[in-house]
């Protein structure tokens, strides 16, 4: 029997020296004669990063974490290929969930259906796994029927506003133009947010596929993945994914024989949070200072260098090869009416277990924080969520006890967003975590509008005094105040989402921003204040 | 060859410096190739905080100051580098070293807090786990 060893090597692995134990294991089996039997192969992230250095034993499913040295993996080799056995001790983390399956089982892995069971830096892995398939499926069908498949499924957008992507494919399709553009919007740089990082580190050829799909339902032929500078290890794989892809033949011209041509290049930012924006975006391609432009038009139809032009999140395109694989219907048996699919989320904060977790969109919100994220550390309380990264909502204990979905969340003024969840404990003080948010819009706001550039500014530098206890009695109502009319009036979603966190926080923990207003006090003793 | 972007330019110029920066005379030759007023390539230029116009240390340190970061006690790491490196935010230290910069975000939370040094990730730092690094860093250069 063939044994196949995948050593999570993503971003948060690697810097745990996954790289030198994947080495050490090539050479302990090579020095027991092992090496025609036992494969040793990079992967992705296996959803909980905090670990150390894991890994995979296929086709047995045996998990170990972490595997930190090479008596580790010493032990591993001689217990667990020669003899035969589970090595118990090295699945410390997981004691609750020892087996891959269960790990796993909690979650519904669609899109991240490959990441730890293949090589992210091997087209032919992807291929194994029915990688490109839903690419021939596609060429099989009419562009229309392609879009029709993507609106049946009722895929909405991952990228925040979510969007049906059906529809958006549909206004490019049916724009005239000579020239039309696929972009991937991998700009990630909300706060509390790394799963599109997962995608592309761990299956970056799910990507490209998705890609091309779009771009033969509404007739592009080229594609740009705008990614951030900083997600060096992404544009590696991203890079090296598109150059094998060229070299099949599954980039460039008259695909597998067809008369369908794509080409794809990737595009690095260069550090403004606002680029993740859509039209930003645009700007930030075309070379110039990434500002949000005037909408409408809309990119589907005026897009990129005016043309008609897709922009999809990494998350909506990973989503897409699977449904022309498997079909719309089977797409929607996961997730509720409004909603179908899965959603990825990046837990982070007070939280035992961290990492990115992918669940059926309606998974109740306090199941995803106390069991797959393994509840707080030090059995503290929970005091608050941030769900959506820092622009979008904070909610309370009582409010955790819900579906995450569309619908429901919008019930309680809240969204998926871009699908971070910070936990927060009862230690943690709300004036605190307001100015950390308010300083982050602060530095990110473009400038181009004064709602935005100005209230962002006069937003922190109230909660700066708040929490050195210089906070005045008309702070709360001028916060307010301001608040709606960055929302109403700023040029852009930056703005306009800047406030809604902390408005939120006013609303729902009045006593705590109370107590340092007037009583010149933190509660929890975070804020140091200068009465 | 495809035709690049004032951007595009601008970030091989900051790519190709040693001292991480892109120069009067990169700006000027973008400007010529481009037909572009240079007011409009340092607009550009300015508004991306990746990309500077002042000589940067060798090393660009990214310590991140995002959300999830600052609640596993990120500013008392800003502060410790601070200290080692002599420096503030935003500036090099002496020996040309290290450029000390603040990221609104790395998107590295599950092990926050965390720093890039160039292109390299840093994890679970604690105040020793900084210092030490820095070291190492120091040391490997110096040969
Ligand atoms: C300030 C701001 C930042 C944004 N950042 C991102 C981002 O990093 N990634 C992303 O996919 N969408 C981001 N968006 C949303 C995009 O504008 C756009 O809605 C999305 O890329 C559309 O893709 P989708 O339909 O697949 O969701 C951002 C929006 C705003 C207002």
Same mark, same amino acid.
């Given at each position: 029997?063939?044994?196949?060893?995948?050593?999570?090597?993503?971003?948060?692995?690697?810097?745990?020296?996954?790289?030198?134990?994947?080495?050490?294991?090539?050479?302990?089996?090579?020095?027991?004669?092992?090496?025609?039997?036992?494969?040793?192969?990079?992967?992705?992230?296996?959803?909980?990063?905090?670990?150390?250095?894991?890994?995979?034993?296929?086709?047995?499913?045996?998990?170990?974490?972490?595997?930190?040295?090479?008596?580790?993996?010493?032990?591993?080799?001689?217990?667990?290929?020669?003899?035969?056995?589970?090595?118990?001790?090295?699945?410390?983390?997981?004691?609750?969930?020892?087996?891959?399956?269960?790990?796993?089982?909690?979650?519904?892995?669609?899109?991240?259906?490959?990441?730890?069971?293949?090589?992210?830096?091997?087209?032919?892995?992807?291929? +194994?796994?029915?990688?490109?398939? =839903?690419? /021939?499926? &596609? @060429?099989?069908? $009419?562009? #229309? *029927?392609?879009?029709? %498949?993507?609106?049946?499924?009722?895929?909405?957008?991952?990228?925040?506003?979510?969007?049906?992507?059906?529809?958006?494919?549909?206004?490019?399709?049916?724009?005239?133009?000579?020239?039309?553009?696929?972009?991937?919007?991998?700009?990630?740089?909300?706060?509390?947010?790394?799963?599109?990082?997962?995608?592309?580190?761990?299956?970056?050829?799910?990507?490209?596929?998705?890609?091309?799909?779009?771009?033969?339902?509404?007739?592009?032929?080229?594609?740009?993945?705008?990614?951030?500078?900083?997600?060096?290890?992404?544009?590696?794989?991203?890079?090296?994914?598109?150059?094998?892809?060229?070299?099949?033949?599954?980039?460039?011209?008259?695909?597998?024989?067809?008369?369908?041509?794509?080409?794809?290049?990737?595009?690095?930012? +260069?550090?403004?949070?606002?680029? =993740?924006? /859509?039209? &930003? @975006?645009?700007? $930030?391609? #075309? *070379?110039?200072?990434? %500002?949000?432009?005037?909408?409408?038009?809309?990119?589907?139809?005026?897009?990129?260098?005016?043309?008609?032009?897709?922009?999809?999140?990494?998350?909506?395109?990973?989503?897409?090869?699977?449904?022309?694989?498997?079909?719309?219907?089977?797409?929607?048996?996961?997730?509720?009416?409004?909603?179908?699919?899965?959603?990825?989320?990046?837990?982070?904060?007070?939280?035992?277990?961290?990492?990115?977790?992918?669940?059926?969109?309606?998974?109740?919100?306090?199941?995803?924080?106390?069991?797959?994220?393994?509840?707080?550390?030090?059995?503290?309380?929970?005091?608050?969520?941030?769900?959506?990264?820092?622009?979008?909502?904070?909610?309370?204990?009582?409010?955790?006890?819900?579906?995450?979905?569309?619908?429901?969340?919008?019930?309680?003024?809240?969204?998926?967003?871009?699908?971070?969840?910070?936990?927060?404990?009862?230690?943690?003080?709300?004036?605190?975590?307001?100015?950390?948010?308010?300083?982050?819009?602060?530095?990110?706001?473009?400038?181009?509008?004064?709602?935005?550039?100005?209230?962002?500014?006069?937003?922190?530098?109230?909660?700066?005094?708040?929490?050195?206890?210089?906070?005045?009695?008309?702070?709360?109502?001028?916060?307010?105040?301001?608040?709606?009319?960055?929302?109403?009036?700023?040029?852009?979603?930056?703005?306009?989402?800047?406030?809604?966190?902390?408005?939120?926080?006013?609303?729902?923990?009045?006593?705590?921003?109370?107590?340092?207003?007037?009583?010149?006090?933190?509660?929890?003793?975070?804020?140091?204040?200068?009465? | 060859?495809?035709?690049?972007?004032?951007?595009?330019?601008?970030?091989?110029?900051?790519?190709?410096?040693?001292?991480?920066?892109?120069?009067?005379?990169?700006?000027?030759?973008?400007?010529?190739?481009?037909?572009?007023?240079?007011?409009?390539?340092?607009?550009?230029?300015?508004?991306?905080?990746?990309?500077?116009?002042?000589?940067?240390?060798?090393?660009?340190?990214?310590?991140?100051?995002?959300?999830?970061?600052?609640?596993?006690?990120?500013?008392?790491?800003?502060?410790?580098?601070?200290?080692?490196?002599?420096?503030?935010?935003?500036?090099?230290?002496?020996?040309?070293?290290?450029?000390?910069?603040?990221?609104?975000?790395?998107?590295?939370?599950?092990?926050?807090?965390?720093?890039?040094?160039?292109?390299?990730?840093?994890?679970?730092?604690?105040?020793?786990?900084?210092?030490?690094?820095?070291?190492?860093?120091?040391?490997?250069?110096?040969?």
């Amino acid at each position: 029997m063939k044994h196949r060893i995948l050593i999570a090597e993503d971003s948060k692995s690697l810097l745990n020296r996954a790289k030198e134990i994947e080495k050490l294991f090539k050479k302990e089996l090579e020095k027991r004669n092992l090496s025609e039997t036992v494969s040793v192969l990079p992967t992705g992230s296996l959803g909980y990063e905090d670990i150390g250095v894991a890994l995979v034993i296929y086709p047995d499913n045996v998990l170990y974490a972490p595997v930190n040295s090479k008596e580790d993996v010493q032990t591993i080799v001689k217990e667990h290929f020669v003899d035969g056995k589970v090595v118990k001790k090295l699945q410390k983390p997981f004691k609750r969930f020892s087996q891959i399956e269960k790990i796993m089982g909690i979650q519904q892995r669609i899109v991240l259906e490959n990441v730890g069971k293949i090589s992210p830096e091997d087209i032919k892995e992807y291929i +194994a796994f029915d990688g490109y398939k =839903g690419f /021939e499926n &596609a @060429l099989k069908t $009419s562009p #229309e *029927g392609v879009i029709k %498949e993507i609106k049946d499924s009722e895929l909405r957008g991952r990228g925040g506003a979510g969007f049906p992507t059906g529809k958006k494919w549909e206004f490019t399709a049916k724009a005239k133009s000579d020239k039309k553009y696929i972009i991937c919007n991998a700009d990630e740089g909300e706060p509390g947010t790394f799963k599109d990082r997962t995608i592309m580190e761990g299956d970056p050829h799910r990507v490209i596929e998705g890609m091309l799909i779009a771009g033969y339902a509404t007739g592009a032929n080229e594609g740009i993945i705008y990614i951030r500078g900083e997600y060096a290890l992404s544009i590696e794989r991203l890079e090296n994914a598109i150059s094998q892809a060229y070299d099949l033949g599954l980039l460039g011209n008259n695909i597998l024989g067809s008369n369908f041509s794509f080409d794809l290049q990737v595009k690095k930012g +260069a550090g403004a949070y606002v680029c =993740g924006e /859509e039209t &930003a @975006l645009l700007n $930030s391609i #075309e *070379g110039k200072r990434g %500002e949000p432009r005037k909408k409408p038009p809309y990119p589907p139809t005026a897009g990129l260098w005016g043309k008609p032009t897709v922009i999809n999140n990494v998350e909506t395109l990973a989503n897409i090869p699977v449904i022309m694989r498997k079909g719309a219907e089977w797409f929607k048996q996961f997730g509720v009416p409004g909603s179908y699919g899965t959603k990825l989320f990046s837990l982070n904060g007070d939280l035992n277990w961290k990492g990115v977790v992918e669940v059926p969109f309606g998974t109740n919100l306090s199941f995803i924080i106390n069991e797959i994220g393994g509840g707080l550390k030090d059995n503290l309380s929970l005091k608050a969520v941030i769900l959506g990264g820092v622009s979008g909502s904070l909610l309370t204990p009582n409010e955790i006890n819900t579906p995450v979905d569309f619908n429901s969340l919008a019930k309680i003024e809240a969204g998926p967003g871009s699908g971070s969840i910070t936990v927060l404990s009862e230690k943690r003080c709300i004036v605190d975590v307001a100015k950390n948010i308010a300083k982050f819009f602060r530095h990110e706001s473009c400038g181009k509008c004064t709602p935005c550039r100005v209230g962002t500014d006069q937003m922190y530098k109230i909660i700066d005094r708040i929490s050195k206890g210089q906070g005045e009695g008309s702070d709360i109502q001028i916060m307010e105040k301001l608040g709606r009319t960055m929302k109403l009036t700023s040029f852009c979603g930056l703005g306009q989402t800047a406030p809604n966190a902390i408005l939120q926080s006013l609303k729902k923990f009045p006593d705590e921003w109370n107590a340092h207003i007037f009583d010149k006090r933190c509660p929890v003793n975070v804020c140091r204040l200068e009465a | 060859m495809k035709k690049t972007s004032i951007l595009e330019d601008l970030q091989k110029a900051e790519s190709h410096s040693k001292e991480n920066y892109i120069t009067f005379k990169d700006v000027l030759q973008i400007s010529e190739n481009k037909k572009t007023p240079l007011s409009k390539i340092y607009g550009v230029g300015t508004f991306y905080s990746m990309l500077s116009f002042k000589p940067r240390g060798r090393h660009i340190i990214r310590i991140c100051g995002g959300l999830a970061c600052h609640l596993a006690g990120g500013d008392k790491l800003i502060n410790k580098l601070k200290e080692v490196l002599q420096v503030d935010v935003g500036e090099t230290t002496k020996d040309g070293l290290f450029t000390l910069e603040e990221n609104s975000c790395l998107g590295l939370c599950s092990v926050a807090p965390v720093m890039m040094i160039d292109d390299e990730p840093y994890g679970n730092l604690t105040e020793e786990k900084v210092e030490e690094i820095i070291k190492s860093i120091k040391e490997g250069t110096k040969k």
